[in-house]
């Protein structure tokens, strides 16, 4: 089985590239899923980050405010540390279990889609990376337009990653995703062929 993990900073285009990916048969696990799963109702993560940060995080159907934990965590660095301290050990432990799970399925190509996957090292799971980039102001624009955040908010959510120089260097493959979809999906393409998967 061959590991791609993809990686790049928030509102890249990591999702775009891996719904192409899975449309081209590729198993793909998601780093967002797995991370809102670990604090559902009921979950020991929910329960920890309630500790952690008090009722006010937590709805009133018993499910996370995800909006209101966002604006504490990005705004503040001890905060952020804290949770992913909390949600940190509980995604690598469900990660190497749906790895485990993909070993069994004699899967060809495996995607371990990871926002955060140099700085939790994820790397050491894959046999390359692939990192989604676009420049500054163009990330920063489509930020702001998804998660309906002011510009500093927004700032400060892609303050709190590794730099997209960092990332580019630690990658083996680079995908610009600054154009048209069809653009980036080329790239893409090209790695599939290249890499016998298409
Ligand atoms: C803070 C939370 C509640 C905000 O929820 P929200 O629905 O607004 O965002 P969502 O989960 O869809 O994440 C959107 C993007 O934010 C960025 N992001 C999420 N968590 C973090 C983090 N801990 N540090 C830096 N960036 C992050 C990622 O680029 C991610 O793709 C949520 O992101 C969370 O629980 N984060 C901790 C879990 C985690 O580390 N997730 C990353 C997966 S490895
Ligand atoms: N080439 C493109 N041109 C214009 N808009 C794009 C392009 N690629 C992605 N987008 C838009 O940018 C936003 C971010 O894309 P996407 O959700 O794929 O990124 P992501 O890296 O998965 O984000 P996150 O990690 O924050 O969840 C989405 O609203 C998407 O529709």
Request: net charge positive.
């Amino acid at each position: 089985m061959y590991i791609l993990g993809l990686t790049g900073g928030i509102a890249s285009g990591k999702s775009t590239v891996s719904a192409f990916l899975k449309k081209k048969g590729a198993f793909v696990i998601d780093g967002d899923i797995i991370a809102r799963q670990v604090v559902e109702p009921g979950k020991i993560g929910l329960r920890k980050l309630k500790e952690a940060f008090g009722t006010k995080i937590i709805k009133k159907d018993g499910t996370l405010n995800r909006a209101r934990l966002g604006k504490i965590v990005f705004a503040d660095k001890k905060q952020l540390k804290r949770l992913n301290e909390i949600t940190g050990p509980l995604i690598r432990q469900r990660v190497e279990e749906q790895i485990e799970e993909a070993r069994q399925l004699k899967i060809r190509l495996l995607v371990l889609e990871i926002p955060l996957l140099f700085e939790g090292h994820y790397e050491k799971y894959c046999d390359s990376v692939m990192t989604v980039s676009i420049p500054h102001e163009v990330q920063l624009e489509r930020l702001m337009k998804r998660n309906n955040l002011k510009k500093g908010e927004a700032q400060k959510r892609i303050k709190t990653q590794m730099s997209q120089d960092e990332r580019n260097r630690r990658a083996d493959i680079v995908i610009d995703n600054s154009k048209q979809v069809e653009e980036t999906l080329t790239q893409v393409i090209e790695w599939l062929i290249m890499n016998k998967f298409a």
